[in-house]
């Protein structure tokens, strides 16, 4: 049984987990503006920059309150996985638009788009449980919630496969097959960071349960 249980809670550590949370479901809209709206891709992707410059902001700042505490409300090796995942959601997604315009996409794969709305949900998702963890006496919202986040990468993984089934349709000379590499790693981002998702609710179920 974990000592922590026993000890003050920290409101600190939420609030920040649900800054970076609620970063990630503005990060996550951003780029789904981006897919929705091909068009001023440099500014779109700048503000995504911006989005992810804040994300490092707020884990740093994350790392620094626990350096400085005795005394923390779960495990310190949670806390850090906990805040590494949200960091590295919004890697993810502003990773996947800057390279949308490094690769100079000419349209992306519509799967793309559905792709970056199901990380908006997941991230949405994750906002409301944020709070949450204040009062862990809210665990069965919270494995509800949780096991959203889960069903949704699983939809997520069902669009990956169909952009790899059909990537390169119609592909007969070198040029298309490079376009068609670059979408398909950029598929592949959007989709890793439903995966950063998921293992941000790993990472809440881990909490509860040594916190049972």
Known sequence: MALSRFMPRNPR??????????????????????????????RKVQR????????????????????????????????????????????????????LMLYRIQQPVPQALLLARTVQAQAELLTKAMPLLENLGNSDELKRLMQEVRALEDEADALGDEVQLHLYDGVTEVRGMVDAMRMGEIVGLIEQATDQAQRVASAVESILLKNA
């Open 48 to 99: 995504l920059r911006d989005l992810e410059h804040e994300g490092d902001r707020l884990s740093r700042e994350t790392v620094n309150i626990l350096a400085g505490l005795f005394i923390v409300p779960f495990d310190r090796e949670d806390i850090l996985e906990l805040n590494t995942h949200l960091d590295d959601l919004v890697d993810d997604i502003e990773e996947a638009g800057r390279k």
């Open 13 to 42: 550590f939420s609030q920040l987990f649900t800054q970076q949370a609620q970063n990630a479901v503005t990060t996550a809209a951003a780029l789904v503006d981006l897919l929705a709206d091909y068009t001023d891709i440099g």
